[in-house]
């Protein structure tokens, strides 16, 4: 699922998420749990203000976002492509 991304561009020039939009609903990032690096996309895991727990890729030849995983109280989901 494509998202929209708001982005902090720290001192080395790397992104990292604050808040994404999913349609119209805002969601603020309150924590970057883990971040990753593979050969196409940089993966970010973080908590939502809804305490849902979500998986963010960003692609690093487009420069799209999507939502890769998506976890609420305890129920895995996965997003479809």
């Known amino acids: 699922m494509k998202i929209r991304v708001d982005c902090y561009s720290g001192y080395r020039g790397e992104e990292t998420p604050r808040r994404f939009w999913l349609e119209e609903r805002l969601i603020e990032i309150k924590e970057v749990v883990d971040r990753w690096l593979d050969p196409e ?40 492509k």
């Open 41 to 80: 996309h940089r993966y970010f895991k973080v908590v939502g203000d809804d305490h849902s727990t979500y998986i963010l890729r960003h692609d690093s030849v487009t420069f799209e976002w999507e939502l890769t995983f998506y976890q609420k109280e305890g129920i895995l989901r996965k997003t479809e």
